[in-house]
């Protein structure tokens, strides 16, 4: 009987595959890694023990060491959960990421073609969006959101490539003229 060949198993070189995310060499990922000193940044700015968030997400302080270090992946949920308890967004974990890191994701690693592109998105899902709807909801006094509202208003209409021509003008031509 012949065995049946696991991820985790050397391949026809000798050296060691990737295996759930982890280097060639058996090292942590650079992403999880980098996932993992954010969550040590984030807590330690917080004034908050590794015990403290343990109990926070019902883990022991070992595991969030794990998670510190990189040793451990964190999974969506956790991910998820470690956003909530330490007061930040989810695309905190990766702020900051350095090129060389980005480079060590298990895409790139095991050389899977790049993600096929998807279709635009819609633009209010678009983070800039909400961004930009939270502000202006902060904004207290209501005749300035509304000024602020027709001032964005005016802009678009005035940056918008017009789909008409003007005899003797090209779209090109209008456009300039109307951005004077």
Known sequence: MTAIKQPDDDDETGAR???RGRTPSGRPNPVDVHVGNRV????????MSQERLGEALGL????????????????ASRLWDL????????SYFFDEMDDDTIRHSPMIIAQVPSE????????????ETLELVRAYYR??????????????KSLSV????????VEGQDNEDVSEAAAE
């Open 40 to 47: 040590r940044l984030r807590r330690t700015l917080l004034g």
């Open 60 to 75: 022991t302080f070992q595991q969030v060491q794990k998670y510190e270090r990189g040793a451990n992946r964190i999974g």
């Open 83 to 90: 956003s909530r308890v330490l007061d930040v967004s989810m």
């Open 116 to 127: 096929p592109a998807l279709p635009e998105a819609d633009p209010m899902t678009r983070r």
């Open 139 to 152: 904004i207290g006094d209501s005749s300035v959101r509304k000024r602020i509202f027709e001032l964005t």
């Open 158 to 165: 005035a940056t918008a490539r017009p789909t008409f021509s």
């Open 17 to 19: 595959r990737s295996s």
